[in-house]
């Protein structure tokens, strides 16, 4: 056991020892850390490194003043080198190792007009020991330095993108530790069996370690097992959140797709037209309900046709329902209302989506699916469109007819009129939606976070390969020496998704989209 111990022990203490020697030997670096290119009432210059004190100081001419950590202060900003007044502006300076990057910060306050900011930005560029700082750098130092882990620097990131109320709460909630924290106690909690392992492989012989240690070892593995499982077979609902639910939009020629689209929309995003296959390629629309993002998409009208762009058309109208959580088929009910009078709603719509769909058919990989089953995990919403132009009375009779109808594919029905973007009535549909949005986005039921990355995903499905590889080699009674190095191989997936073990290509990969100045 103490063998096992000194090993950790070495390898942490090598881990915090690079972590020193990169926060003292990193170059001090400059960006804005507001918004770019436009003109705003304050904008904000922030500074990280070594060089930051004198920065401050000779910045605004106070080289005998000690400024308080996280104090701000009301003071001239001065260019280095011209010595004209740049702006009068508030500052703030934060001590290592408490600030955002675990170096030392200043950061000024200043209008935020783009005279003044370039002007300031160059004056920064005076000095020998500092540069531009490159996307993403301050977070990175952050990261490198211990203050955040990379899975807390990727919530951070959401964070900086959110574009709905769910989106932000989700990403505050990464940004703050909860995945984090569920991670590093699965982590510590492999760690511990491992150790136990070794110390079985090491002492067993010498020091009677007790044989009950392999079977606590198993019963915790089986455990942790169930927990990976659980938080993966989470129905991408965190991943939805945050990177949109797909809707899909589909129907014949001259449905109302496009002017459905328009009216979610509340803008004219696509052309709409009396003439059939106005629509040919792939319109799409992001758009906000109830706080959840959605991406619209707009498709070609479906239809057997011999118009090589048309068909190219409903190529990418089969690709986009593939890749869409939820599908609304636009059905144009002035047209089809004596159909569905004389046959009945039921049997109008499975003849109507089966002749839809089948369309589709051609561009199947295996010949063998069927339509029902291809249409098996789809969301599929039928928006009878256009009830402005029946009566009243015909729409009286369709709803009694609704509520007594069954249908072979598990369908949400609601009806619809898309005069315009702005006179509509769409109020049903987007009820329907926001309801099973909740459903596929939110958990109500467990309290532990949602998944929000597919690189979360990959390395924990191999870290839970590595635990059943690890008793799969005890049940075959495998040399416990082999058995050990799953465990070390799952204690590395994990450490990889918070970046305890971390190469230079991934870090590349999460930074590399964030702002210069975060």
Request: charged fraction near 25%.
């Amino acid at each position: 056991m103490k063998k096992t111990m000194l090993k950790y022990f070495i390898k942490n203490l090598n881990q915090n020892c690079l972590k020193l020697i990169s926060r003292q030997s990193s170059s001090t670096i400059f960006a804005l850390a507001s918004g770019l290119n436009q003109k705003c009432g304050v904008a904000v210059i922030r500074v990280s490194g070594k060089a930051t004190n004198q920065v401050l100081h000779n910045l605004t001419k106070n080289s005998k003043i000690f400024f308080e950590p996280r104090k701000m202060y009301l003071s001239d900003i001065w260019h280095p080198v011209t010595k004209e007044k740049i702006d009068r502006g508030l500052v703030v300076f934060f001590k290592e190792p408490k600030s955002f990057t675990g170096e030392d910060i200043c950061e000024f306050h200043v209008h935020g007009g783009p005279a003044v900011v370039s002007s300031l930005l160059s004056a920064l560029s005076t000095f020998e020991d500092l540069r531009y700082a490159e996307p993403g750098e301050f977070a990175r130092r952050a990261f490198l330095n211990g203050q955040m882990d990379l899975v807390e620097i990727e919530g951070l990131a959401d964070l900086v993108n959110a574009e709905t109320e769910m989106q932000r709460k989700q990403a505050l909630s990464q940004m703050e530790g909860c995945l984090s924290k569920i991670y590093k106690e699965w982590r510590e909690r492999i760690i511990k069996c491992l150790a136990n392992v070794e110390a079985y492989i090491d002492f067993n012989e010498e020091e009677n370690v007790e044989d009950f240690v392999l079977e606590e070892v198993e019963k915790m593995v089986n455990n942790l097992i169930k927990s990976i499982k659980s938080h993966l077979n989470d129905n991408r609902r965190g991943e939805r959140l945050r990177a949109g639910v797909r809707v899909a939009i589909i129907g014949q020629p001259n449905a109302g797709k496009s002017s459905l689209l328009n009216a979610m929309s509340k803008r004219q995003a696509a052309i709409v037209s009396p003439i059939p296959g106005t629509t040919r390629d792939i319109i799409e629309s992001a758009i906000n309900i109830a706080g959840y993002p959605i991406v619209l998409v707009d498709t070609a009208g479906i239809r057997e046709t011999t118009d090589l762009i048309e068909i190219e058309g409903v190529k990418r109208a089969f690709n986009n329902i593939e890749s869409s959580d939820i599908l609304v088929v636009v059905v144009d009910l002035k047209n089809f209302y004596h159909d569905i009078s004389n046959k009945g709603l039921a049997n109008f719509l499975n003849e109507h989506l089966t002749q839809q769909f089948s369309v589709f058919s051609k561009f199947f990989k295996n010949k063998e699916l069927d339509i029902v089953k291809w249409l098996s995990g789809k969301e599929i919403f039928v928006s009878l469109n256009k009830k402005d132009l029946i009566k009243q009375c015909q729409m009286d009779e369709l709803e009694n007819r609704i509520n007594f109808e069954k249908f072979d594919l598990k369908l949400s029905l609601n009806r619809i009129s898309c005069l315009d973007e702005k006179e509509n009535d769409i109020g049903e549909l987007l009820d329907q939606l926001k309801e099973k949005l909740s459903q596929l986005c939110t958990n109500e039921i467990s309290e532990q976070p949602s998944l929000t990355q597919q690189r979360h995903r990959d390395m924990l499905t191999k870290c839970l390969i590595s635990l059943q590889n690890y008793l799969n080699k005890r049940k075959c009674d495998e040399d416990l020496v082999l058995a050990a190095e799953d465990l070390r191989l799952a204690v590395r997936w994990l450490g990889t998704v918070t970046g305890h073990v971390s190469t230079e290509q991934i870090l590349d990969v999460i930074f590399k989209d964030f702002c210069i100045g975060k």
